[in-house]
Each structure stands twice: as C-alpha cells, then as structure tokens.
C-alpha cells in the first residue's frame, strides 16, 4: 500500500502493480478497495504491462477526508496519483467513477485514454430520473445521523432497486459497510450533477478528445445499457463494446483483456 496527499492535503490510500503504462482504477459510489475486489484481480493480471492502480476514494477505506468536498478536489486526487505514476494514464471507471474520470479529463488533467463501465446515465423514460433535492436529502439524512436513510435513498433513487427490497438488505451483513461511506454518497450525486435527469447528454462532453472504451454488461439493466450506449455516441472518439456481465458489474477475466487490447489498439 502507498499514499498520496491531494492538493487540499488530504490522504489518499493506494494500492499499485507492476511497472509501465500507468492504469488507475476509479470506483463508483460507496465502493472501496475493501469491498471492490475485482481491481485487484485486474491490477494482478495486468501488472506485466502496467502499473495499475487501485485507490480509496477520499472519505473511504484508509482515505481522509477535508471538508467541503467539491468535485474539484476529487480531480487533484486523481491528479496526484496521475503525478505519482509518473506520467499520462490510462483512467477507468466503474459507474459514477466513469463520469468523474470523465470530468478530470474535461479538466484537463494528463489523461491519454479513458474507460468507462456502465455510466449511470438516465437518458430518456425508461427510469425515474433522478429526484432534484437528491443531493440535498442526503446532506441532510447524514447530518442527522440517519445514515441508513441516505443508504436507502441511494438505492432506490439513484440505483433504482425496488423499495421492498430495502428492509431485507437492512438487515444483511451488507447493510454496516454501507452505513459507514453513507457520507460519500451525495459526493456521487455531486458527480453526477444533471445527468441523471432524463435527458439527453448533448455535447457536454464534446472537450474529452482522448480515445475512450465504453463498456456494458449484456444482462445489466436496460437503462444502464441505454446510458453507456448515449455516452459512447456522445463523445467524439468513442468505442462502444458490450461485454459480459450483469447486476451493473463485470469480472476481471473479461474486464482485464478489453483494457489491454484497447489500449494497445489506440
């Protein structure tokens, strides 16, 4: 494990393999190095080639945090770990990390390509788009200690699981870890800003030139594949490939190849 101190000083937690190209592995909302162990699988099987990194986004795992977020600081922390690799990298994301690696290379940060699975982008009617005090309800869920609300809220309104499933998961071992990045929820909401709503994307990621592989799972939710499909044809220099997977995740045995073969392709 290695860290990192962001331009706000707070800590970020890593943990890298092998040498070469530069590979860092962006999480989405609520996961971690703890709980997300497909990166590294990916990060064991690339290490021939790269040098991948798998981080704790700030608020989570071995990360501090600084108060007030701000998207902006969670683009110094991939800044710094770009800086600490030792050059341009090779960023991919999984779901909100998509769209914040997405906005650090809007940023402008030294991003040579970009890989995205499944985007969470809601597009058109077939889902509820996103409620438009989301961001708020969950500040204020987490302020008054209800973290299992802010839970609860992320689920059913941003990951669109049916209500009745919620009292079960409650219950689960699941249900702890998920109470103690509650706080970090809003920070994806934050991320995700109006892309949630409904509408199309337009051209707002029309400055993200850098080859860019964007992928789904083929059992996943439709609207999760109508998401990754509007973000591949909104983005000027798009490949779009259906992978296997379901349940909005893949494995490393397929995520592993698709990163190497497109990398080496572009």
């Known amino acids: 494990m ?12 890593f943990d890298v393999w092998g040498e070469g190209q ?14 997300n162990l497909v990166n590294a699988e990916v990060g064991q099987l690339l290490k021939d080639e790269f040098k991948v990194y798998s981080y704790d986004r700030r608020g989570r795992g071995e990360s501090t945090d600084t108060a007030p977020y701000a998207v902006e600081r969670e683009i110094d922390d991939l800044a710094a770990l770009i ?35 499944e985007p969470p982008f809601v597009v058109d009617d077939s889902r509820a788009p996103l409620p438009d005090d989301y961001v708020q309800r969950l500040d204020e869920a987490v302020a008054e200690g209800r973290r299992g609300d802010a839970a609860e809220l992320f689920l059913t309104a941003a990951a669109n699981l049916p209500a009745e499933f919620v009292p079960g998961m409650r219950q689960s071992p699941f249900w702890a870890p998920l109470e103690s990045v509650a706080h970090t929820i809003s920070y994806d909401g934050r991320i995700m800003a109006t892309t949630m709503s409904g509408r199309p994307l337009g051209d707002i990621w029309a400055n993200v030139t850098v080859p860019t592989l964007v992928m789904h799972g083929k059992g996943t ?12 044809e909104s983005l000027p220099n798009a490949t779009f490939l259906p992978v296997e997977g379901e349940q909005h995740s893949t494995t490393a045995d397929v995520l592993a190849p698709a990163l190497r073969e497109f990398a080496k392709a572009h």
């Open 2 to 13: 290695g860290t990192v101190h962001s331009k706000d000083g707070t800590t970020i937690a």
């Open 22 to 35: 530069p590979l860092i592995l962006v999480d989405g909302a609520t996961a971690h190095r703890a709980v």
């Open 83 to 117: 800086a600490d690799a030792g050059g341009p990298a090779i960023v991919f994301g999984w779901s909100s990390g998509a769209v914040l690696a997405l906005r650090a290379a809007a940023a402008g940060l030294p991003i040579s390509h970009l890989a995205l699975f």
């Open 221 to 232: 939710e439709p609207w999760l594949a109508t998401g990754a499909r509007a973000a591949a």
